[in-house]
Each structure stands twice: as C-alpha cells, then as structure tokens.
C-alpha cells in the first residue's frame, strides 16, 4: 500500500490472465511455504477485491485500514455485493463498528440498510440539539423491514405488536445497533387514567427512551399528537437527569410523504415517521411465475 492510496502500480500485475496468476499462485507458495492463502483461487480474489477499489478514484489510507481491520471473507461478501465504492466502504464501517459476523453482514447488505438508513421523516433537526439531530436521524430507517414474521394479510396491531416482540432478535437487528428492549403494552399513569405504549426501548448510544408506536395502516396526522402525549409522559416520569430527550417513532403500513412533515412540522417533542414491510416485493414478471399459495398445498397433499 501507498502511503495516501492503494498503489496503483499492481494495476497491470492484477489485470493479467489465470495462467500469469496459477504460476504467481506457485512462485508465492514455494517463496514462502508457512504463508497461507496463496492458492489461485485467492489470488484471483484478491485481484478482484483490488480492481474493485481502483476502478474509480484510489481511495485513501484511512479507508484501506478500515479494510484491513474486518476479515477476509467479509471484503469479498461486501465487493460481491456492493454496486459502489461508497457502498462498500458503508458496510466495511459498519462490520468494524458492530462486530457484525459474516451471516448478519450479508443480511444487511441484502436488506438494502445502506439505502435505507436515515431516510425516515422526523423533525430532529427543529427538536434536537444538532450533534444528538444527525445521530438520531441515522438511527431511523425507512422502510423497516419484517420480512422475519409470518403474519396475515388482515393482520391486527395487536398481532404484529405480539409477532414483533417473539421474534426480538431480528426485530433488534433490525432495528439497529443500540436498542434496549424494555417492554410491550408499557403502562404509564397519566392523572387518573392509565396509557399503555406499544413498545418500549432505550437507546444506549442515544442516551434516550425510544416510544414506538404501530399502526398497520395508513399514516394520519392525528397518530402524532397521540406519539407526542406519549413521548412527554416518558419524559415527565421515565426519563434520568442525564438522559436525552425521549425519541418517538411512527410504524406505519403506508405514508404520504408531504402529510407527514405537515404532521411532523409544529410538534415541539422528537419523533419520526417510517413504514414497514412483511417480506419485500418482487417483480412483477416474476410475481406470476410463482406459484399460489393453494398450488404448493395441493401439490404438498399429493406427495402425503
């Protein structure tokens, strides 16, 4: 490696065919037999891994030792899978980060996360000192995928609430790094009634309770008055002296845009709107190739 990039010199040693690589793959081996992961298949890896970086602008010594600080087969999973430098250098951060193994890494590579994180609608920036702002916003993503839950079509709040939580490790990976988890249906008592929030969960990068909130339809504005009441009752009752102020998020099925940053615009407490997705859609050519739901059980019946 250069002292500012990745040495471009190796461009035209990397770029030569197999046989030039089978006979580096024996020179290396034979120069020095107690290294390991000099095989040609590695070298053609490593070729791949190093034309990928360079394709473009060489990046620079901060982002090469990133690269070296997470495993091998992590580097290759992220170059096989990213469609951009920028891309790959996200999830390379990430996987340093968050100690992500290789499965979790794939996961969220697959799941779109980079395309995802820090696009949901919040008002952090007008309720939120700016440093606490940025961090909160990169902590929501839009949408959520629930693609780990097998729920219905017609599918209450109730029973997604209730899948959500026997399902709380994908739904904390999801979710993010950072979440405690504190309870559902979470009572508070609010003069002489008493409130119960969906769920409940403490951020620990945050410093913060986090109100979430579930609704299997569309966004209506009248959900964030409801998110607010709820965010000022942890505040008053939950929230330590050294805590942040309590972040709300809004699940919902569906959303327009511009109604929620109207709903979003004159409330004074912390929250964000996001939706949420069962399984991920596939395209339509191939949605017809697939077969119904009935057609796999029939055929099941038949082999009984």
């Given at each position: 490696m250069g002292t500012d990039s990745i040495n471009m010199d190796f461009r035209p040693t990397l770029s030569r065919g197999d046989g030039f690589l089978k006979q580096l793959s024996m020179d290396l081996r034979a120069e020095f037999p107690e290294i390991k992961g000099f095989s040609s298949s590695n070298i053609k890896y490593i070729r791949q891994w190093f034309l990928f970086y360079t394709s473009d602008e060489p990046i620079g010594q901060q982002a090469v030792g990133q690269l070296t600080q997470i495993p091998w087969g992590h580097n290759l999973k992220i170059i096989a899978k990213s469609k951009s430098i920028k891309e790959a250098l996200y999830y390379v951060q990430q996987t340093q980060a968050h100690g992500w193994s290789r499965n979790v890494l794939?996961?969220?590579?697959?799941?779109?996360?980079?395309?995802?994180?820090?696009?949901?609608?919040?008002?952090?920036?007008?309720?939120?000192?700016?440093?606490?702002?940025?961090?909160?916003?990169?902590?929501?993503?839009?949408?959520?995928?629930?693609?780990?839950?097998?729920?219905?079509?017609?599918?209450?709040e109730r029973e997604l609430e209730q899948a959500l939580t026997e399902h709380i490790t994908h739904?904390?990976?999801?979710?993010?790094?950072?979440?405690?988890?504190?309870?559902?249906?979470?009572?508070?008592?609010?003069?002489?009634?008493?409130?119960?929030?969906?769920?409940?969960?403490?951020?620990?990068?945050l410093r913060c309770h986090v109100v979430i909130e579930l609704k299997i339809g569309d966004f209506e504005p009248e959900h964030a008055g409801k998110l607010n009441f709820y965010i000022k009752a942890v505040d008053e009752q939950l929230r330590h002296a050294s805590d942040q102020p309590t972040i709300g998020?809004?699940?919902?099925?569906?959303?327009?845009?511009?109604?929620?940053?109207?709903?979003?615009?004159?409330?004074?407490?912390p929250m964000g709107v996001s939706e949420y997705q069962l399984t991920q859609s596939l395209p339509e050519n191939l949605q017809s190739k697939l077969p119904s739901i009935e057609a796999i059980e029939q055929e099941l019946a038949g082999d009984l």
């Amino acid at each position: 490696m250069g002292t500012d990039s990745i040495n471009m010199d190796f461009r035209p040693t990397l770029s030569r065919g197999d046989g030039f690589l089978k006979q580096l793959s024996m020179d290396l081996r034979a120069e020095f037999p107690e290294i390991k992961g000099f095989s040609s298949s590695n070298i053609k890896y490593i070729r791949q891994w190093f034309l990928f970086y360079t394709s473009d602008e060489p990046i620079g010594q901060q982002a090469v030792g990133q690269l070296t600080q997470i495993p091998w087969g992590h580097n290759l999973k992220i170059i096989a899978k990213s469609k951009s430098i920028k891309e790959a250098l996200y999830y390379v951060q990430q996987t340093q980060a968050h100690g992500w193994s290789r499965n979790v890494l794939t996961h969220q590579i697959e799941s779109g996360l980079w395309q995802r994180e820090g696009k949901a609608i919040t008002n952090f920036e007008s309720t939120l000192p700016a440093m606490q702002s940025d961090l909160a916003k990169q902590t929501l993503k839009d949408p959520y995928l629930f693609d780990f839950l097998s729920l219905s079509k017609e599918h209450s709040e109730r029973e997604l609430e209730q899948a959500l939580t026997e399902h709380i490790t994908h739904f904390l990976l999801e979710l993010g790094a950072g979440f405690a988890y504190m309870g559902k249906q979470f009572a508070l008592q609010v003069g002489e009634r008493e409130f119960f929030i969906d769920l409940l969960f403490y951020h620990t990068q945050l410093r913060c309770h986090v109100v979430i909130e579930l609704k299997i339809g569309d966004f209506e504005p009248e959900h964030a008055g409801k998110l607010n009441f709820y965010i000022k009752a942890v505040d008053e009752q939950l929230r330590h002296a050294s805590d942040q102020p309590t972040i709300g998020i809004l699940l919902c099925k569906n959303k327009d845009r511009l109604v929620a940053e109207y709903a979003l615009s004159d409330i004074q407490k912390p929250m964000g709107v996001s939706e949420y997705q069962l399984t991920q859609s596939l395209p339509e050519n191939l949605q017809s190739k697939l077969p119904s739901i009935e057609a796999i059980e029939q055929e099941l019946a038949g082999d009984l």
